[in-house]
């Protein structure tokens, strides 16, 4: 992580960012939203107003796998750093870290490199294979160059994933990600005393996974598991309310550390759970079908959630 306060590869200030939010009405309930970036040069002070075109409110195709982004305005010029971030954050407690976090989220400051999500094929019992997109590593604040992962509360994270037009994994996703993962990092726990705060536990542990990115020679965009447990969603929490499901931190070899677990309660959040948002977009039998439709039906839960159907959300 080195950039400084300001990240210098954000567009220049003759450039402005364009938006276009689409809803991918095709998804059956999935919604997932699209932001198609563009930069388009600031028209002179004598240019005529131009009235942006009215988008006619029909389905449109779905995008290929490159095309899948995270729907976030662009990153703000000025925004901060992770390191920034982590500064302000010291010695702050978690419920005014999350704040902060989903703010500065929303408000657009996620690395460039994390808003393009990857596919990954899910494998059923028949050996058929299904396909889910998700981001590259986990949900992070800062730029491409001085970023921080940031773990949040469950149902934090699942509010923002709606919002963003995207899910919480199963664990089931949750394997098929660390199978598909170009990096798969051996997992490193421990960063101190329970006594340090929010910021210092996420600062010490994501300098530890940098290091070991680093060491990979790992490009940003690059698939990467191994790092972090996942926050999931699964039917077992309907038996646990007021929980919080964790699972993951695989081993090189695809064995878990954390198996399914519900021991904490649902407010409980440290440095090793992280959010990786799951397009509300799967592929299945050459279709795109709504993660959330396939998760509640009986019928077709058994893609990504073979212990059962889940009512979203999952967390309340």
């Known amino acids: 992580m080195n950039d400084v306060a300001s990240d210098r590869r954000s567009p220049s200030t003759t450039a402005r960012s364009v938006a276009a ?5 095709a998804l059956g309930g999935g919604g997932v939203a699209v932001w198609a970036n563009s930069h388009v040069d600031q028209p002179s002070a004598a240019a005529p107003p131009v009235t ?40 702050k407690g978690p419920e005014e ?37 998700v981001l590259p590593d986990y949900l992070s604040v800062g730029g491409d160059h001085d970023y921080v992962r940031v773990p949040l509360r469950a149902a934090a994270a699942e509010r923002l994933a709606q919002e963003v037009g995207a899910v919480l994994p199963t664990p089931v996703i949750v394997d098929a ?24 536990q996420a600062r010490i542990h994501d300098r530890r996974v940098d290091e070991q990115l680093e060491a990979r020679g790992a490009e940003l965009g690059a698939l990467v598991a191994g790092h972090m447990k996942d926050v999931v969603v699964t039917p077992a929490l309907a038996y646990h309310p007021g929980k919080v499901a964790i699972y993951g931190m695989h081993h ?3 064995e878990p550390v954390q198996p399914l677990s519900m021991f904490h309660v649902d407010t409980y959040v440290d440095y090793s759970q992280g ?23 009986d019928e077709q839960h058994e893609m990504l959630s073979p212990a059962g159907a889940i009512r979203l959300p999952a967390y309340r």
């Open 52 to 91: 942006a075109p009215v988008l006619p409110s029909v389905a449109v195709p779905v995008p290929p796998a490159s095309a899948h982004f995270l729907a976030l305005p662009p990153r703000p010029e000025g925004a901060l750093t992770g390191s920034a971030l982590l500064d302000d954050l010291e010695g």
């Open 177 to 200: 990600v660390h199978r598909a993962a170009d990096i798969k990092l051996p997992p490193r726990s421990g960063v101190g005393t329970p006594s340090l705060n929010w910021a210092a």
């Open 252 to 254: 090189p070899d695809g």
């Open 97 to 133: 870290a999350e704040s902060r976090v989903l703010e500065e989220v929303r408000s657009g400051n996620v690395p460039p490199f994390l808003r393009t999500l990857v596919a990954v094929d899910v494998r059923r019992n028949d050996g058929t294979t299904d396909t889910v997109w």
């Open 21 to 25: 939010l689409v809803s991918l009405a």
């Open 275 to 297: 959010i990786r948002l799951v397009d509300s977009g799967a592929k299945h039998d050459g279709e795109v079908v709504g993660v959330p439709t396939i998760l509640e039906s």
